[in-house]
């Protein structure tokens, strides 16, 4: 049984063919943890929620900023973006299926691993949570996801603000902040303020920020963190982090990283991407 953690898809469905051919993937063998961002801005989004839901237990999904916006479209809240490649869903016979298989899917996932704790998300997490925090958040935002009020949820989901957390925030403003670190990321401040106006490489940080896995004393450090969002970071293979965005829908890599006896004992595989749209575009 091999396991592998593969980066933002992004609606590129023939990338992800070539990447599971690449590795000889097998359903009843090998299991895949997608880090989010299935859809939007590739040809396919529609092929690659329906190749998942196929694949059943042998596919586990995080949610990423992307699969969100599309259910916030999907439910009249948020209008399609110039950019968006959401119709093959949207007017999709199976939509209905589509749609309620993806607002099942968790913010983040964790399992033991070795000796280790492997700890998937899209984007982040604060630097004042620990791993089961970060996974209790994520579950009361799921709860709203998987309810009758979902409508309602994702009307008050968007936002910068609160920019940090705060044990005493209730409502919308704490799971607007949850959704925010799990799913869009990138710079933050030692306090753990964060930052969205910048999706720059790792060395060219907002003044006064900094990556959120460089900041001192992160809880979250003694664990090793799996996440994808950041295209302009790319392949991170450090001990204690991987980062597996490198680009595909820009016309990068698709990565996979597959796991062996530890979360140290790692090999990565990547299949060129055929550019769907130009960088430069609003943050992915």
């Not at 859809?39 to 839901?53: D, Q």
Request: glycine share 12%.
């Amino acid at each position: 049984m091999a396991m592998y953690c593969i980066g933002d898809v992004q609606g590129c469905d023939g990338a992800l063919q070539r990447l599971l051919d690449k590795v000889a993937f097998s359903p009843s063998r090998d299991t895949l943890y997608l880090l989010g961002d299935l859809v939007n801005r590739g040809p396919a989004s529609a092929a690659v929620l329906r190749r998942c839901m196929a694949l059943g237990d042998a596919a586990h999904p995080v949610l990423g900023n992307h699969d969100l916006h599309l259910l916030a479209v999907a439910h009249g809240v948020r209008k399609p973006g110039r950019l968006d490649t959401l119709a093959g869903i949207l007017e999709a016979t199976d939509r209905p299926a589509l749609l309620d298989w993806l607002r099942r899917q968790p913010l983040a996932r964790t399992m033991a691993w070795g000796d280790d704790s492997l700890l998937m998300v899209h984007a982040g997490v604060l630097p004042q949570w620990t791993a089961s925090e970060a996974l209790a958040l994520a579950a009361e935002v799921e709860a709203e996801l998987r309810g009758d009020g979902i409508g309602a949820f994702l009307r008050y989901m968007y936002g910068n603000q609160p920019d940090r957390w705060s044990d005493g925030l209730r409502g919308h403003d704490r799971l607007r902040v949850v959704v925010n670190a799990l799913t869009r990321l990138r710079f933050c401040t030692p306090g753990g303020a964060m930052d969205f106006s910048s999706t720059d490489a790792s060395d060219q940080p907002p003044a006064g920020c900094l990556p959120w896995f460089d900041v001192p004393g992160r809880r979250t450090a003694g664990v090793t963190v799996a996440f994808g969002h950041w295209s302009t970071l790319g392949h991170v293979d450090r001990p204690n982090l991987i980062a597996t965005d490198t680009g595909c829908v820009w016309g990068g890599c698709l990565s996979a990283v597959r796991l062996g006896a530890s979360t140290a004992d790692r090999e990565w595989f990547q299949v060129r991407c055929e550019r769907a749209q130009a960088p430069g575009g609003p943050a992915g």
